[in-house]
């Protein structure tokens, strides 16, 4: 049964930092030591918000996961965002749920996308699996109106990637219930686009994806290892930022950090949300300030 104060967080408690220090607009207070991590370091080069795994929908809650709970958690995760004023703000990953219909799933989208927009003029969309459960992956780019789902950007001095593996073993993209979702592939298209993007440029790069490219269980890209080759022959690529299995969790592979986010939309009340900002240093330095139950990490050049 929930407690006295997960009951107040769920009646729409606003908390904001100020100066480093958690300011609440009542005088409750919630025991929540994970709510951010040390301060970042002076002057980044650029900032980045980052969310993951919000699977918004209009339905009641189905285990640990509030679908309906997801705007409440996001309005706070753009009040911080206000706040940093982050460069541009990262989707890794099911943004919505399932639903019955096209149309059902186009409301769903279309509702937390009206949220989602106001946050930041710069925004980056990482197809997940749920985002083309029912959809097509042309319906769901096109509600978001970004124009493709595997792509690469530059801000700050850093190079940035965004991968799609929602594609089966044999290639076809997922869409329609087409796929089962233990098998994410990144293509042979996108892998001859990803090493000609990492060979073309000379910057520090940093990739978003869904689904993991540090693990081989189910929650892995099934060739996975394929593309941590690549990272590693360029040089260039300080960290992967990934969603999809909903917990924090961190690996260093070859000098390669890639970091699992944890997912929004698990479990209820302001306390379970989970959201961060990416510090980059010119330097090459990292440090990510986790919120709520988002870890925090700090990564040297």
Known sequence: MPSDSDAFTRLGRRAFLKNGVLVLTTAATVDCPSLLADEPPASPTVKVGLVTDLHYADKPPSGSRHYRETPGKLAEAAEQFGEDQPAFVVELGDFIDAADSVDAELGYLKRINRDFGAICPQRHYVLGNHCVYTLKKPEFLDGVEQKKSYYSFDSGGFHFIVLDACFRSDGEPYGRK?????????????????????????????????????????????????????????????????????????????????CTMVAMVEGTGAANNGYSVMHLAESGTIHIQGFRQQSGYDWPA
């Open 178 to 258: 087409n796929f089962e979702w233990t098998d994410p592939n990144i293509p042979p298209a996108e892998l001859e686009w990803l090493r000609a993007d990492l060979a073309a440029t000379a910057k520090s790069t940093v990739v978003f994806v869904h689904q993991r490219l540090d693990v081989s269980n189910h929650y892995g890209i099934k060739n996975a290892a394929v593309v941590r080759s690549m990272f590693e022959e360029s040089g260039r690529v300080l960290a992967v930022f990934q969603g999809h299995s909903h917990q924090n969790d961190h690996n260093d592979i070859n000098g390669i950090h890639y």
